[in-house]
């Protein structure tokens, strides 16, 4: 065309340099429109072995959680047009699951996931791992690690057992994982062009309204976005990022505002009362000092699946304050455990998720850093390079052989092979052959959705355990109370629940009940109502 | 039930159109600072050693103050470039500026000629075609009675000329004087944005409604379209359009030391008398229809869209915060009220980004911009939506009743005050 713009002879001059090579040079900065031979192999390397390990026997193992079938139910009530099949209470921002309905058609459509939608909801998290996985890699590379150290990051992330369980699972934190990592890919923008920059704080901002533990995180991003090289349109790029994201971020205030559910009032939940329930109300889980804490055996729980990631993690973190790119990681890491070690609030258990890239990234990043080293080292004695490099290597993989293999092996093993479901499965076979749909059921809500709509298709019939007690609703629909209920299932957690979130109203059916039919830790109670004393008012 | 269905199909169509508006006058904003790269590639491309051309400068006045054109004429005078002439444009009509034109051609009588428009409508693009019958160089050059050019302007565009060997070159103008009124701050920044970044996002996509003044032209190229349209309001977007649809190379070029400096319409009724032509005229350019020959579809739609954007853009201002109103009063299910919040996003995003704008406006031409000064910005932004609404409205109704008389800005020169002295003083060539 006959319009153009001035290119004054500063561009020709820099992308004529090296002519020797072909592709970028292994100081250019990662673009994925400029990948190299070896970026190109081991991202297709790693999608392929983050899809087998997250797909594998994914119904299997882990057993069914009752957040997982919680976000799964909500996800299939988006489809109908609201946001839970029973008063959305603002427990977390609705985007990740609005995420899981607008894909798990396709699962379904498929046949995936056992016959059952819990089951099929697990294979669009699987997809959002994968996304993790490679979005980790282009992260690591951005931040200049080496290939094989970026897919080592990678390789960790997706062998860790503590990284796999609960990347199968269905979390929103696995939901917002993905945006936070590319709002990082995108903060450390090549071109250091501001629409990457936007894009960052849209992504941020999907990935807050996915989960909102992740806003911790913020701080990070922010430093990641402005503590690089000077560049001219710096000024734009940070209240572009702020801005933009903000906005987003805004949406959902102003949803409930818009429902008049903002602030705390007499007759409505507000987003309020959730916030005040989740970060003052909320039974504490104690501090992390205190011996049989709940927030002790957390900690407890993370480290009995993966020790070594975060003891390493952690470690690398600090020596990733010695590289300038990556001390972001440092303040990551760090700003993300303040709750953790600080908090005496309710910490729930998938709050790690969030952190296991970035501790993945620290250990990638901090042998990186130390390779460097050695290089330097070399440099000074040519004669020792390749010496050096070799007892380096060794010293990586005895120590990877080390860590791997007694725990991950075999945690991953079982992840790969276990049934844990069988029972689940039996259980929600047993109540869709042998109970009415008219019977008043109370079931946990990993099973909840999938009872639900195999024939009562109606949310005070079949009624997830905690309900009762829970949503004012139930009086509109029982106003004789716990009496009007027919059968409670009970699962692992039923008891739990019971006790920690005090639910009255099932703890009676509960006690008032016999079991009719038991498969393992699954039992399937009949409640039988005491016939009331006779009165003689009349 | 199907006619609340219908009615929150219309409000979020309603809401997606402006929502594609608003992201669209994001997307020309910060254009220029989408990339680093971007900033080097608009700028000019450096001095060459020799002067390829020679220069006729055309300035066009009507009823200007003599301290202006003095001013104005100084300024070209004292380009650094050597071969150059100017050529004052006056209308018959006008005797105190004839004289004062006289009066000036006197005074450097090698250098500056006076042309008189004796047609008996009248307007800019006939007093610029009777001066360019007088043209003897080899590029003429359109500068407005009351613009400050920059004293290296013309041998850099001299040297754009030579490099890019190109047919136009469209340097930026500027307005300066952004403490004078409450919509001076805004509509400076209007010229920063359009100059700094819009025109080289239009220059990008291949079509481009060129400026008035600081535009440079080979003369036989002009001869060859038979100069300006002596009809149209926007002869400069006009001119634009057609070299567009030619295929002839237009170079745009951006550098804050050779922007034009210019003063803002005095009044606000100047304002919108200013900004009604230009719409007006944008409509006349969109009638004539010369953009219906450019090549391609794809090509056609751009057209479509840079000279109807400006309208759009002029009434989202005011039908987002009316959509938004009725999307939350109107009993709308949830997602449609929030579909229509939408648009806020872009336009809010584009008020934020004109503060980093201001500030940059401030650095590039020295200016201390306070934060009363931000704080005009934001204030004034609802209010110059207004205006600029108003004026695309009452520009459209003198389209539908085809009134297409000149309302002319008057000059007061208010600028001057805002330049160093020396450049307002009398130069001599």
Request: hydrophobic share 45%; proline share 5%; charged share 15%.
């Given at each position: 065309m006959a319009v153009a713009e001035l290119e004054p002879s500063v561009i020709e001059r820099k992308t004529s340099g090296s002519p020797q090579h072909r592709g970028p040079g292994p100081d250019a900065p990662f673009s994925l429109t400029q990948l190299s031979f070896w970026d190109r192999v081991t991202l297709c390397l790693l999608t392929a072995m983050a899809a087998v390990l997250s797909l594998w026997n994914l119904t299997g193992a882990p057993s069914y959680q009752d957040d997982e079938g919680t976000y799964t139910a909500q996800a299939f009530a988006v489809h109908s047009g609201s946001l839970a099949p029973y008063t959305y209470w603002y427990d977390h921002p609705p985007l990740g699951w609005i995420q899981i309905a607008a894909i798990n058609w396709l699962p379904t459509l498929l046949g995936l996931g056992d016959g059952t939608a819990i089951g099929a909801t697990r294979y669009v998290i699987a997809a959002y791992f994968v996304a993790s996985a490679v979005l980790l890699y282009m992260v690591a590379r951005r931040m200049k690690v080496r290939v094989p150290f970026a897919a080592l990051t990678t390789v960790i992330f997706i062998l860790s057992p503590l990284s796999l369980v609960l990347g199968r699972q269905i979390y929103l934190d696995n939901i917002g994982v993905p945006w936070l990592l590319l709002a990082f890919y995108l903060a450390l923008s090549s071109r250091d062009a501001l629409w990457h920059h936007v894009c960052a704080g849209i992504c941020f901002a999907v990935a807050v309204l996915s989960k909102e533990t992740l806003a911790i995180f913020g701080p990070a991003l922010l430093i990641a976005l402005m503590y690089r090289p000077r560049w001219s349109n710096r000024s734009f790029s940070v209240v572009g990022f702020l801005t933009v994201g903000g906005l987003i971020l805004a949406f959902y205030p102003l949803s409930a505002l818009l429902r008049n559910e903002l602030f705390s009032g007499q007759g409505h939940v507000s987003l309020q009362d959730a916030l005040t329930y989740q970060f003052l109300e909320r039974s504490g889980s104690g501090t992390i000092f205190e011996a049989g804490s709940s927030r002790a055996e957390l900690l407890a729980g993370w480290l009995y699946f993966d020790k070594y990631l975060i003891a390493a993690g952690l470690a690398a973190a600090v020596l990733c304050l010695l590289r300038k790119q990556s001390r972001v990681l440092t303040v990551a890491i760090f700003s993300f455990a303040i709750p953790i070690i600080v908090g005496q609030g309710y910490l729930p258990a998938m709050y790690i998720i969030g952190v296991i890239p970035f501790l993945a990234l620290a250990l990638g990043t901090g042998v990186d850093i130390a390779w460097s080293w050695l290089e330097k080292l070399g440099g000074a004695r040519p004669d020792l390079t390749r010496r050096l490099r070799a007892v380096f290597v060794a010293v990586l993989c005895s120590a990877l052989v080390l860590m791997s293999v007694p725990q991950w092996f075999e945690q991953d093993r079982d992840l790969l092979t276990a049934e844990n479901n069988a029972n689940w499965r039996q259980t929600l076979s047993w109540v869709q052959d042998n109970i009415s749909r008219e019977d008043v059921v109370l079931a946990p809500y990993s099973m909840w959705y999938d009872l639900n709509s195999s024939g009562w298709n109606d949310s005070w019939t079949m009624i997830a355990t905690e309900k009762p007690d829970l949503d004012k609703q139930f009086e509109t629909a029982h106003p004789d109370g716990w009496q009007e209920i027919d059968w409670i299932i009970v699962g692992p957690s039923v008891s739990a629940n019971i006790d920690s979130l005090g639910l009255s109203r099932a703890a009676s059916a509960l006690s008032h009940s016999t079991p009719v039919r038991t498969f393992g830790e699954w039992t399937i109670r009949r409640v039988e109502v005491p016939v009331p004393p006779r009165t003689n008012e009349r | 039930m199907p006619v609340s269905v219908l009615a929150s199909a219309l409000v979020v169509l309603i809401a997606l159109a402006l929502f594609a508006i608003a992201l669209s006058t994001l997307y020309l904003n910060?254009?220029?600072?989408?990339?680093?790269?971007?900033?080097?590639?608009?700028?000019?491309?450096?001095?060459?050693?020799?002067?390829?051309?020679?220069?006729?400068?055309?300035?066009?006045?009507?009823?200007?103050?003599?301290?202006?054109?003095?001013?104005?004429?100084s300024a070209l005078l004292g380009q650094t470039h050597s071969r150059k002439e100017v050529i004052i444009s006056v209308g018959h009509d006008d005797p105190e500026t004839v004289q004062t034109a006289h009066a000036l051609a006197r005074e450097y009588p090698d250098f500056v000629r006076v042309s008189v428009d004796v047609s008996?409508?009248?307007?800019?693009?006939?007093?610029?075609?009777?001066?360019?019958?007088?043209?003897?160089?080899?590029?003429?050059?359109?500068?407005?009675?009351?613009?400050?050019?920059?004293?290296?302007?013309?041998?850099?565009?001299?040297?754009?000329?030579?490099?890019?060997?190109?047919?136009?070159?469209?340097?930026?103008?500027?307005?300066?004087?952004?403490?004078d009124t409450w919509y001076s701050l805004r509509n400076c920044l209007e010229y920063f944005t359009w100059f700094r970044s819009r025109l080289h996002a239009h220059s990008r996509q291949g079509f481009i409604p060129l400026g008035g003044n600081t535009v440079f032209i080979k003369r036989e190229l002009l001869d060859e379209v038979r100069g300006w349209d002596g009809n149209c309001l926007a002869e400069d977007c006009d001119l634009g359009v057609r070299l567009s649809t030619l295929g002839r190379k237009i170079i745009v070029a951006y550098s804050p030391e050779l922007v034009t400096r210019e003063e803002t319409p005095d009044t606000l009724k100047a304002l919108v008398r200013q900004r009604t032509r230009w719409s007006l005229g944008f409509m006349q350019v969109f009638a004539k229809g010369d953009w219906k020959n450019l090549p391609t579809r794809k090509m056609r739609a751009i057209a479509w869209w840079t000279l109807m954007q400006q309208h759009f853009m002029a009434f989202a201002g005011v039908c987002i915060p009316v959509a938004i109103f009725a999307a939350v009063w109107g009993g709308f299910?949830?997602?449609?009220?929030?579909?229509?919040?939408?648009?806020?996003?872009?336009?809010?995003?584009?008020?934020?980004?004109?503060?980093?704008?201001?500030?940059?406006?401030?650095?590039?031409?020295?200016?201390?911009?306070?934060?009363?000064?931000?704080?005009?910005?934001?204030?004034?932004?609802?209010?110059?939506?207004?205006?600029?609404?108003f004026s695309a409205l009452r520009a459209l109704i003198k389209f539908i009743r085809r009134d297409f008389g000149w309302e002319k800005t008057d000059h007061s020169g208010a600028h001057l005050s805002y330049l160093e002295p020396a450049v307002t003083a009398a130069v001599r060539p």
């Amino acid at each position: 065309m006959a319009v153009a713009e001035l290119e004054p002879s500063v561009i020709e001059r820099k992308t004529s340099g090296s002519p020797q090579h072909r592709g970028p040079g292994p100081d250019a900065p990662f673009s994925l429109t400029q990948l190299s031979f070896w970026d190109r192999v081991t991202l297709c390397l790693l999608t392929a072995m983050a899809a087998v390990l997250s797909l594998w026997n994914l119904t299997g193992a882990p057993s069914y959680q009752d957040d997982e079938g919680t976000y799964t139910a909500q996800a299939f009530a988006v489809h109908s047009g609201s946001l839970a099949p029973y008063t959305y209470w603002y427990d977390h921002p609705p985007l990740g699951w609005i995420q899981i309905a607008a894909i798990n058609w396709l699962p379904t459509l498929l046949g995936l996931g056992d016959g059952t939608a819990i089951g099929a909801t697990r294979y669009v998290i699987a997809a959002y791992f994968v996304a993790s996985a490679v979005l980790l890699y282009m992260v690591a590379r951005r931040m200049k690690v080496r290939v094989p150290f970026a897919a080592l990051t990678t390789v960790i992330f997706i062998l860790s057992p503590l990284s796999l369980v609960l990347g199968r699972q269905i979390y929103l934190d696995n939901i917002g994982v993905p945006w936070l990592l590319l709002a990082f890919y995108l903060a450390l923008s090549s071109r250091d062009a501001l629409w990457h920059h936007v894009c960052a704080g849209i992504c941020f901002a999907v990935a807050v309204l996915s989960k909102e533990t992740l806003a911790i995180f913020g701080p990070a991003l922010l430093i990641a976005l402005m503590y690089r090289p000077r560049w001219s349109n710096r000024s734009f790029s940070v209240v572009g990022f702020l801005t933009v994201g903000g906005l987003i971020l805004a949406f959902y205030p102003l949803s409930a505002l818009l429902r008049n559910e903002l602030f705390s009032g007499q007759g409505h939940v507000s987003l309020q009362d959730a916030l005040t329930y989740q970060f003052l109300e909320r039974s504490g889980s104690g501090t992390i000092f205190e011996a049989g804490s709940s927030r002790a055996e957390l900690l407890a729980g993370w480290l009995y699946f993966d020790k070594y990631l975060i003891a390493a993690g952690l470690a690398a973190a600090v020596l990733c304050l010695l590289r300038k790119q990556s001390r972001v990681l440092t303040v990551a890491i760090f700003s993300f455990a303040i709750p953790i070690i600080v908090g005496q609030g309710y910490l729930p258990a998938m709050y790690i998720i969030g952190v296991i890239p970035f501790l993945a990234l620290a250990l990638g990043t901090g042998v990186d850093i130390a390779w460097s080293w050695l290089e330097k080292l070399g440099g000074a004695r040519p004669d020792l390079t390749r010496r050096l490099r070799a007892v380096f290597v060794a010293v990586l993989c005895s120590a990877l052989v080390l860590m791997s293999v007694p725990q991950w092996f075999e945690q991953d093993r079982d992840l790969l092979t276990a049934e844990n479901n069988a029972n689940w499965r039996q259980t929600l076979s047993w109540v869709q052959d042998n109970i009415s749909r008219e019977d008043v059921v109370l079931a946990p809500y990993s099973m909840w959705y999938d009872l639900n709509s195999s024939g009562w298709n109606d949310s005070w019939t079949m009624i997830a355990t905690e309900k009762p007690d829970l949503d004012k609703q139930f009086e509109t629909a029982h106003p004789d109370g716990w009496q009007e209920i027919d059968w409670i299932i009970v699962g692992p957690s039923v008891s739990a629940n019971i006790d920690s979130l005090g639910l009255s109203r099932a703890a009676s059916a509960l006690s008032h009940s016999t079991p009719v039919r038991t498969f393992g830790e699954w039992t399937i109670r009949r409640v039988e109502v005491p016939v009331p004393p006779r009165t003689n008012e009349r | 039930m199907p006619v609340s269905v219908l009615a929150s199909a219309l409000v979020v169509l309603i809401a997606l159109a402006l929502f594609a508006i608003a992201l669209s006058t994001l997307y020309l904003n910060t254009y220029a600072w989408w990339d680093p790269k971007t900033q080097i590639r608009t700028s000019y491309s450096g001095l060459q050693e020799s002067e390829a051309c020679s220069f006729s400068l055309i300035m066009p006045c009507r009823n200007e103050r003599e301290d202006v054109m003095r001013a104005t004429l100084s300024a070209l005078l004292g380009q650094t470039h050597s071969r150059k002439e100017v050529i004052i444009s006056v209308g018959h009509d006008d005797p105190e500026t004839v004289q004062t034109a006289h009066a000036l051609a006197r005074e450097y009588p090698d250098f500056v000629r006076v042309s008189v428009d004796v047609s008996e409508t009248k307007n800019k693009p006939r007093q610029l075609n009777k001066a360019l019958s007088m043209c003897r160089n080899s590029v003429v050059g359109v500068f407005d009675a009351e613009s400050i050019a920059a004293k290296e302007l013309l041998a850099h565009i001299d040297s754009v000329f030579a490099t890019k060997n190109a047919d136009v070159v469209q340097g930026a103008v500027q307005l300066i004087n952004y403490r004078d009124t409450w919509y001076s701050l805004r509509n400076c920044l209007e010229y920063f944005t359009w100059f700094r970044s819009r025109l080289h996002a239009h220059s990008r996509q291949g079509f481009i409604p060129l400026g008035g003044n600081t535009v440079f032209i080979k003369r036989e190229l002009l001869d060859e379209v038979r100069g300006w349209d002596g009809n149209c309001l926007a002869e400069d977007c006009d001119l634009g359009v057609r070299l567009s649809t030619l295929g002839r190379k237009i170079i745009v070029a951006y550098s804050p030391e050779l922007v034009t400096r210019e003063e803002t319409p005095d009044t606000l009724k100047a304002l919108v008398r200013q900004r009604t032509r230009w719409s007006l005229g944008f409509m006349q350019v969109f009638a004539k229809g010369d953009w219906k020959n450019l090549p391609t579809r794809k090509m056609r739609a751009i057209a479509w869209w840079t000279l109807m954007q400006q309208h759009f853009m002029a009434f989202a201002g005011v039908c987002i915060p009316v959509a938004i109103f009725a999307a939350v009063w109107g009993g709308f299910p949830l997602v449609v009220t929030l579909v229509a919040f939408l648009p806020l996003v872009p336009t809010l995003a584009t008020i934020a980004f004109d503060i980093c704008m201001l500030q940059e406006f401030g650095r590039d031409h020295k200016f201390t911009i306070t934060w009363y000064d931000y704080l005009r910005l934001i204030v004034g932004t609802p209010l110059y939506q207004l205006v600029l609404a108003f004026s695309a409205l009452r520009a459209l109704i003198k389209f539908i009743r085809r009134d297409f008389g000149w309302e002319k800005t008057d000059h007061s020169g208010a600028h001057l005050s805002y330049l160093e002295p020396a450049v307002t003083a009398a130069v001599r060539p």
